[in-house]
């Protein structure tokens, strides 16, 4: 089962994609981001999105996709920015016709480093040692990916069961 894990953002959307060979032995198979420049509009930036991330994903065809809900932010206009750009990352995934997980930031960090409240280092040190990497994955945007590329595959198992 290949899972699409997707950090939204509008300058930076981090995608990461694993391969899940069983309910918990996973696989990174990419990680990079989407960017958008700053100089753009709202829309053109979005539509950049839309674009790439449809590429993407006709490319490497997931079996799901998660993607972070977002906390309420102190600035307020980047918090409505980025869920506009959420807002066109669902549209992508809902349009292919891939099956949608939206944890929270705590049932993410939970699910990997057993906390909810786990900083971004427990993290990124769960993240290597569950996926068996070398190096650190890079940029960071890209790095939650996996991360939530990982929630899906295991959550997807219990949703599977309980089924």
């Not at 981090?14 to 420049?37: H, K, N, P, V």
């Not at 674009?51 to 307020?76: G, R, T, W």
């Not at 769960?126 to 650190?136: A, D, N, P, Q, V």
Request: proline share 6%; hydrophobic share 45%.
């Amino acid at each position: 089962m290949k899972i699409l894990g997707i950090d939204p953002g509008l300058a930076t959307v981090g995608l990461g994609l694993i391969e899940a060979t069983s309910a918990y032995e996973f696989q990174a198979l990419d990680w990079l981001t989407i960017e958008t420049a700053p100089g753009l509009t709202l829309a053109e930036r979005v539509q950049e999105i839309h674009e790439d991330l449809q590429s993407y994903v006709l490319q490497h065809q997931p079996d799901m996709a998660v993607v972070e809900k977002l906390y309420f932010s102190v600035n307020k206009k980047t918090a409505l920015d980025v869920a506009q750009a959420r807002g066109v990352i669902l549209q992508v995934v809902q349009e292919c016709a891939i099956p949608i997980l939206e944890p929270t930031p705590p049932q993410l960090k939970s699910c990997i480093a057993g906390d909810g409240a786990a900083d971004k280092q427990q993290m990124q040190d769960m993240l290597m040692h569950i996926l068996r990497l070398t190096e650190r994955p890079e940029p960071d945007d890209a790095a939650d990916a996996l991360a939530l590329a990982i929630y899906g595959a295991v959550q997807g198992n219990r949703v599977q069961l309980l089924a």
